[in-house]
């Protein structure tokens, strides 16, 4: 194979992203790689080399890539129980529809339920170079989970340097083309949140309460965390917002009515919207069958529209 069959056989399987060159008997091909996944990329390096197994001199293959503008999206709350991986859930996958390449983080390291929510049970990451791949889901947002790399049901006994040193790596993953990455934070205000925060700076946090009053003082506490890391909230979600009677039809509020918006608008912070405390979500949710997926979710779509807003205008 002479200069211009190398050149030819490398435009064929790489186009513009093959740069050639070549010194006498060395030929070398520099591959932009940016924006591909890891098998995407190692996919390119292979057919680029197939494609030159023709050429009889020294033969050098380097893979490069620009580094993705990524943001993070902190789901937090400040207490446990109130729907907060639910919504991180949904929320990733309701973004992903609206256009953004979009991963999940599950960071809740005490209680990692993504992957059931997700469909990603009994499914390990594997890495490369110390560096962890994220599992694909049905629903095409990948992620990652401590979850997916513990036995089921084992405790993390883990201090706070030790749970933020092993989030680090799911934060740090090979996350390819993805621009933004929602972080399902453990619920509460400690040394874990408040490393994750500061380390990784999150573009934006969006909290989740229930109307009632108790958890809305923790939801404050949140939002002061945030504001004193210097992290914008984007906004307030109530979940578990009323109940429809399935055989009568009657709502009822057993946790309350407009607390979160309330709240919201005393703090000067927007109100993305309300969940109701449906059972086809909750069955859905434990099914691995997020809502959001859906062609005519009403409830999920509305609140990614709000958060995806903040971020074009941020």
């Not at 453990?186 to 969006?206: C, F, I, S």
Request: charged fraction near 20%; glycine fraction near 12%.
């Amino acid at each position: 194979m002479d200069q211009n069959g190398l050149k030819q056989a490398i435009d064929g399987v790489a186009g513009g992203r093959a740069t050639l060159r070549i010194e006498g008997v060395r030929a070398g091909i520099v591959l932009d790689a940016t924006g591909l996944d890891a098998a995407a990329r190692d996919a390119l390096e292979a057919a680029v080399r197939a494609a030159a197994a023709g050429w009889t001199g020294e033969l050098r293959v380097v893979v490069t890539a620009e580094r993705v503008q990524r943001r993070l999206v902190a789901v937090a709350s400040g207490k446990g129980g109130v729907g907060k991986s639910t919504l991180a859930a949904n929320l990733a996958i309701a973004l992903s529809r609206h256009g953004r390449r979009v991963g999940l983080v599950d960071a809740d390291i005490y209680g990692p339920s993504q992957p059931r929510l997700m469909a990603a049970e009994g499914v390990r990451p594997t890495a490369k170079d110390k560096v962890l791949d994220p599992v694909p889901t049905p629903y095409g947002v990948p992620m990652l989970s401590m979850g997916q790399l513990v036995e089921p049901g084992r405790a993390l006994a883990w201090r706070g340097p030790m749970a933020a040193g092993a989030l680090g790596q799911l934060v740090e993953a090979d996350w390819g083309a993805t621009d933004t990455l929602v972080l399902d934070l453990p619920p509460g205000t400690g040394d874990v949140q408040l490393t994750m925060v500061q380390k990784y700076k999150p573009a934006g946090a969006v909290i989740v309460s229930t109307p009632q009053d108790l958890a809305l003082i923790d939801a404050t506490r949140a939002i002061d965390l945030f504001d004193k890391a210097g992290v914008p909230v984007i906004g307030l979600v109530e979940n578990m917002a009323g109940y429809a009677c399935p055989h009568c039809g009657e709502v009822s509020d057993p946790f309350g009515q407009g607390g979160a918006e309330a709240t919201a608008a005393k703090l000067g912070l927007p109100f993305l919207g309300r969940v109701p405390l449906a059972i086809d979500i909750r069955v859905a949710s434990d099914a691995g069958k997020p809502p959001a997926a859906d062609a005519d979710d009403r409830v999920f779509a509305p609140i990614a529209e709000r958060v995806a807003a903040w971020l074009a205008a941020h």
